[in-house]
């Protein structure tokens, strides 16, 4: 059974950039047809795709935040990161990593999820 847990900052000042990783366990990020993916909820609204990467290392950004988002693994370490640049305080969420079926979808195991305010 999959288990995935983020971690990193709970703050992050505007125009900073906000790093996340995602601790992956019971499941390899190279398992075939695999992706692994970030989703964020902000306060009062509903969940947002963010990026997802592939088993391959193939990436796929949501096309409102391509601009300033980056997606990562390190297979050595089973993991997977996020970066998004000059974050502003609409950036704040609640971010999970998830394992989904297919790029772009939010559904499927995920984290716990991390609270991220972008504040000064």
Do not use: M
């Not at 703050?11 to 996340?20: A, I, M, R, Y």
């Not at 692994?36 to 990026?51: H, L, N, S």
């Not at 089973?78 to 297919?102: K, M, W």
Request: charged content about 15%.
């Amino acid at each position: 059974q999959v288990q995935l847990q983020e971690s990193g900052p709970g703050l992050v000042k505007p125009s900073q950039t906000l790093s996340l990783t995602c601790a992956v366990s019971g499941d390899s990020i190279t398992t075939r047809n695999s992706f692994w993916t970030w989703i964020r909820q902000p306060p009062g609204k509903g969940v947002e795709w963010v990026a997802t990467i592939n088993h391959l290392g193939i990436t796929f950004f949501s096309p409102t935040l391509r601009s300033r988002t980056s997606i990562a693994r390190d297979t050595t370490k089973n993991q997977f990161s996020l970066h998004l640049r000059s974050v502003t305080p609409e950036d704040t969420a609640v971010y999970y990593c998830v394992r989904g079926a297919n790029p772009g979808t939010t559904d499927g195991p995920r984290g716990q999820g991390t609270q991220v305010t972008v504040s000064s």
